[in-house]
């Protein structure tokens, strides 16, 4: 035998050994009604917010802050400084550099909580804001969230009118999680300034000689250069508003925000309307023992994991999302019938069939009459079933099958009926709506949290397209055609595809590569074999792969150290373009096999997952654990193996 078969029969033998293992793993962490739940974690600006939110509902009386929650508001500020930069600053992704808006949001969470503004980290911490533009460079929101306590001009804060809910449709051609945040928002801004501790102020943060005014790079005759007019001619007449309108179009607000707090894990179950929705209630006069409040305040709350070693607020919850993806992953290694894991993936399937959505939410503004269906990305959501995630637990349901099989036919035969109908007029599909894409509204001063919009993706397409041929769907089909036409247009020139929800080129390029394979592209055609070649060239000198968030900001491929994660997206890839034995994905097996712990899991630091690209980032903490798994499990299938 030579040297080379020996060797992969090696590789066979651990690579088996590491699918055991992770399998086992994965399965014993199963919750007891069939789902999988991993933490969710991003940066520090969540305990920042949260200070500001209960600056707002505490109202300092007599210009003293004495905060309901003080016990809360210590581990906030603890939690913020354990990661505090070197340099002063703050990063929204671990091993990122400072970044102006967080460190603005530290700062000021710092200051109003009582560090002396001479404290040697906050003077490290002020310098770095300085230097990066001072208060002035921070995004739009940090700005209108200061404002709100005349911490910043508000005449140069971008403002929501909440009379955007009369024009007639508008707020549906903005993002789903825009939607939830800008609604609540326009009434909180409605609000006079509310007050600060005696003698607080961040005059320092502002940086001499830097314009307060909106930049306007793009001239006079300019997208930009309308919403900006527009925003000045608001300001102008809101000095004056006319109070029927206004009053209409607060009560249009309120009852949208009051229709979306129910059947949902809180206003759009992300963090920031949750925070807003808090914010506006006690604006409006709601009392804190009122039922909408009181469950409001349980939602927002339920975010907080603190268990007297760790205090951080988790962005949202993803427990369908991590359900889906470590479901897929342990079917791909064929379980036993009635083994353990096929017990696991039988409970989880039916689990996911009682969160199919049966009920129309913001989407059918863009599809009426579709029938609902789909799957959310948390544990409730029904105005928002997730496009990508819908896609990822018809993956799931490929292996893991409940005992009443006919409801299961049924409900995924709705699911491919419903994302077959989310498909966008480009032919590929967004997060959670079709066709929003009015790219003049990125230039509206608000917009610059860079996720006015929902636009179409290639690694959701590339999901979607793999599930829907799972499933029975071929090149033949409309939606499959139009998608696979959809990918190949859209891939880099380098032969990549961008990743808009994980980070970033190899995520895109592994998805759109799995998606085309299963709609029937061959491996020799060049698109194939080019994003397979990139993907070698690509591979660190450790034998796997890492690529940095800032990939985002140079809109290129930008390496970082190997990541367990990334190099399974990697693997499948190059498995997806045909490569099952070359040295590339040898070395990337070795490697998923040589870190994984004596435990079955991998470790991982790096923020993975994408919120807002250059804004806000994730770390889905069960993707090191699913995606080896299924990546080393999809290996040892094309080896001719069976585990």
Not at 152 to 161: D, E
Not at 237 to 251: C, D, V
Not at 498 to 522: K, N, Q, S
Not at 621 to 626: E, G
């Given at each position: 035998?030579?040297?080379?078969?020996?060797?992969?029969?090696?590789?066979?033998?651990?690579?088996?050994?590491?699918?055991?293992?992770?399998?086992?793993?994965?399965?014993?962490?199963?919750?007891?009604?069939?789902?999988?739940?991993?933490?969710l974690?991003?940066?520090?600006?969540?305990?920042?917010?949260?200070?500001?939110?209960?600056l707002?509902?505490?109202?300092?009386?007599?210009?003293?802050?004495?905060?309901?929650?003080?016990r809360?508001?210590?581990?906030?500020?603890?939690?913020?400084?354990?990661?505090?930069?070197?340099?002063?600053?703050?990063?929204?992704?671990?091993?990122?550099?400072?970044?102006?808006?967080?460190?603005?949001?530290?700062?000021f969470?710092?200051?109003?909580?009582?560090?002396?503004?001479?404290?040697?980290?906050?003077?490290?911490l002020?310098?770095?804001?300085?230097?990066?533009?001072?208060?002035?460079a921070?995004?739009?929101?940090?700005?209108?969230?200061?404002?709100?306590?005349?911490?910043?001009?508000?005449?140069?804060?971008p403002?929501?009118?909440?009379?955007?809910?009369l024009?007639?449709?508008?707020?549906?051609?903005?993002?789903?999680?825009?939607?939830?945040?800008?609604i609540?928002?326009?009434?909180?801004?409605?609000?006079?300034?509310?007050?600060?501790?005696?003698?607080?102020?961040?005059?320092?943060?502002?940086?001499?000689?830097?314009?307060?005014?909106?930049?306007?790079?793009?001239?006079?005759?300019?997208?930009?250069?309308?919403?900006?007019?527009l925003?000045?001619?608001?300001?102008?007449?809101?000095?004056?508003p006319?109070?029927?309108?206004?009053?209409?179009?607060?009560?249009?607000?309120?009852?949208?925000?009051?229709?979306?707090?129910?059947?949902?894990?809180?206003?759009?179950?992300?963090?920031?309307?949750?925070?807003?929705?808090?914010?506006?209630?006690?604006?409006?006069?709601?009392?804190?023992?009122?039922?909408?409040?009181?469950?409001?305040?349980?939602?927002?709350?339920?975010?907080?994991v603190?268990?007297?070693?760790?205090?951080?607020?988790?962005?949202?919850?993803?427990?369908?999302?991590?359900?889906?993806?470590?479901?897929?992953?342990?079917?791909?290694?064929?379980?036993?019938?009635?083994?353990?894991?096929?017990?696991?993936?039988?409970?989880?399937?039916?689990?996911?069939?009682?969160?199919?959505?049966?009920?129309?939410?913001?989407?059918?503004?863009?599809?009426?009459?579709?029938?609902?269906?789909?799957?959310?990305?948390?544990?409730?959501?029904?105005?928002?079933?997730?496009?990508?995630?819908?896609?990822?637990?018809?993956?799931?349901?490929?292996h893991?099958?409940?005992s009443?099989?006919?409801?299961?036919?049924?409900?995924?035969?709705?699911?491919?009926?419903?994302?077959?109908?989310?498909?966008?007029?480009?032919?590929?599909?967004?997060?959670?709506?079709?066709?929003?894409?009015?790219?003049?509204?990125?230039h509206?001063?608000?917009?610059?949290?860079?996720?006015?919009?929902?636009?179409?993706?290639?690694?959701?397409?590339?999901?979607?397209?793999?599930?829907?041929?799972?499933?029975?769907?071929?090149r033949?089909?409309?939606?499959?055609?139009?998608?696979?036409?959809?990918?190949?247009?859209?891939?880099?020139?380098?032969?990549?595809?961008?990743?808009?929800?994980g980070?970033?080129?190899?995520y895109?390029?592994?998805?759109?590569?799995?998606?085309?394979?299963?709609?029937?592209?061959?491996?020799?055609?060049?698109?194939?074999?080019?994003?397979?070649?990139?993907?070698?060239?690509?591979?660190?000198?450790?034998?796997?792969?890492?690529?940095?968030?800032?990939?985002?900001?140079?809109?290129?491929?930008?390496?970082?150290?190997?990541?367990?994660?990334?190099?399974?997206?990697?693997?499948?890839?190059?498995?997806?373009?045909?490569?099952?034995?070359?040295?590339?994905v040898?070395?990337?097996?070795?490697?998923?096999?040589?870190?994984?712990?004596?435990?079955?899991?991998?470790?991982?630091?790096?923020?993975?997952?994408?919120?807002?690209?250059?804004?806000?980032?994730?770390?889905?903490?069960?993707?090191?654990?699913?995606f080896?798994?299924?990546?080393?499990?999809?290996?040892?299938?094309?080896?001719?193996?069976?585990?």
């Amino acid at each position: 035998m030579s040297t080379g078969l020996q060797l992969a029969d090696a590789l066979s033998v651990g690579c088996i050994r590491a699918i055991d293992k992770a399998s086992r793993a994965l399965a014993g962490r199963q919750h007891e009604d069939g789902y999988w739940w991993g933490d969710l974690t991003a940066d520090a600006t969540l305990e920042a917010d949260f200070v500001l939110m209960e600056l707002w509902l505490d109202k300092p009386g007599s210009g003293v802050w004495k905060p309901r929650e003080p016990r809360r508001i210590e581990a906030a500020v603890r939690s913020i400084l354990v990661r505090q930069l070197p340099d002063g600053g703050f990063s929204i992704y671990p091993g990122g550099p400072s970044d102006i808006s967080a460190s603005v949001k530290a700062y000021f969470a710092l200051k109003v909580t009582g560090m002396p503004a001479e404290d040697p980290r906050m003077c490290r911490l002020r310098e770095r804001i300085l230097a990066l533009g001072g208060i002035q460079a921070a995004n739009s929101y940090v700005k209108i969230n200061l404002s709100l306590f005349d911490l910043y001009p508000r005449q140069y804060a971008p403002v929501v009118p909440p009379e955007i809910m009369l024009m007639r449709g508008v707020i549906y051609e903005m993002s789903s999680w825009t939607r939830a945040i800008v609604i609540p928002l326009s009434i909180v801004q409605t609000a006079p300034p509310r007050p600060v501790p005696a003698g607080f102020h961040l005059d320092e943060l502002f940086k001499a000689g830097v314009p307060l005014e909106f930049p306007n790079p793009d001239g006079l005759i300019s997208w930009r250069n309308f919403f900006l007019s527009l925003d000045r001619a608001y300001k102008f007449l809101n000095r004056h508003p006319l109070g029927a309108i206004r009053n209409r179009a607060i009560a249009k607000a309120e009852k949208w925000m009051l229709a979306h707090t129910r059947q949902s894990d809180g206003l759009g179950a992300i963090y920031p309307p949750m925070m807003y929705a808090l914010m506006a209630f006690d604006h409006l006069g709601y009392a804190q023992d009122h039922p909408e409040v009181r469950e409001a305040r349980r939602q927002f709350d339920r975010l907080l994991v603190d268990d007297g070693e760790r205090f951080f607020f988790q962005p949202c919850f993803s427990p369908v999302w991590d359900t889906a993806i470590a479901a897929h992953a342990l079917g791909e290694t064929r379980p036993d019938p009635g083994g353990c894991v096929d017990r696991a993936l039988g409970r989880c399937a039916s689990w996911l069939l009682e969160k199919e959505v049966r009920t129309s939410g913001d989407w059918a503004v863009k599809r009426p009459g579709v029938e609902p269906s789909g799957w959310y990305f948390e544990f409730a959501n029904e105005f928002y079933p997730d496009i990508d995630d819908s896609a990822m637990v018809l993956l799931a349901l490929q292996h893991a099958r409940s005992s009443e099989i006919g409801a299961q036919e049924a409900c995924v035969a709705r699911a491919i009926r419903w994302l077959v109908a989310m498909q966008s007029e480009d032919g590929g599909w967004a997060a959670f709506d079709a066709d929003n894409d009015w790219q003049f509204l990125n230039h509206v001063p608000f917009a610059d949290h860079n996720a006015m919009l929902d636009p179409t993706c290639p690694d959701i397409t590339g999901r979607v397209l793999e599930a829907l041929c799972v499933h029975g769907l071929t090149r033949g089909h409309q939606a499959v055609r139009r998608g696979a036409e959809y990918l190949m247009r859209t891939q880099e020139s380098d032969g990549s595809w961008y990743g808009r929800w994980g980070v970033d080129y190899i995520y895109g390029t592994f998805l759109a590569l799995r998606g085309l394979r299963a709609a029937g592209e061959d491996a020799r055609e060049a698109h194939i074999l080019r994003a397979g070649e990139w993907l070698r060239s690509v591979q660190n000198p450790d034998g796997g792969w890492g690529e940095s968030c800032e990939s985002y900001d140079k809109s290129f491929f930008v390496p970082a150290p190997s990541t367990a994660s990334q190099t399974a997206w990697a693997v499948l890839g190059l498995i997806a373009s045909g490569d099952t034995r070359s040295e590339s994905v040898r070395r990337g097996v070795e490697y998923l096999v040589e870190t994984q712990d004596s435990q079955g899991c991998w470790h991982e630091e790096a923020a993975t997952g994408t919120g807002f690209p250059r804004v806000f980032y994730l770390r889905y903490h069960m993707y090191r654990d699913s995606f080896p798994l299924l990546a080393l499990a999809t290996w040892i299938r094309r080896q001719g193996g069976a585990h």
